[in-house]
């Protein structure tokens, strides 16, 4: 099961933080991802991170601005956003895959096998 929480309603050029909280599997034997989805549209992979977090990789349009970590020994993934865009609004997920690693994660959204409900992000003035 994976859990998300943190979202919420901020100012443009605001700030926010994400959780994931993982359980019934073994979470620091898994590559982890956060994939973002508008109404409307098709979700969209925007960060992901190998199991031990020494490697990350990010969607272009979100690189310098969110950071993705992850604490094992708590089972929990996060994402840091910063400098917040309206564009930036959507239903933020949190997913793994049994099969695939990080790297690979990159730019898919059709090879995860859990998904979180997912936690809402909007950006608004």
């Not at 443009?12 to 979470?27: H, K, M, N, Y």
């Amino acid at each position: 099961q994976l859990v998300e929480s943190g979202g919420g309603t901020v100012q443009p050029g605001g700030s926010l933080r994400l959780s994931c909280v993982a359980s019934g599997f073994i979470f620091a034997n898994y590559d982890m991802a956060w994939v973002r989805q508008v109404p409307g549209k098709g979700p969209e992979w925007i960060s992901s991170i190998d199991r031990e977090g020494r490697f990350r990789w990010y969607k272009d349009a979100v690189t310098g601005r969110f950071t993705v970590s992850r604490h094992n020994d708590e089972n929990t993934m996060y994402l840091q956003m910063t400098s917040l865009k309206p564009e930036d609004t959507a239903l933020y997920y949190c997913v793994t895959s049994e099969t695939y690693t990080a790297e690979y994660m990159k730019g898919r959204i059709d090879i995860y096998d859990y998904w979180g409900q997912g936690t809402q992000v909007t950006v608004s003035s």
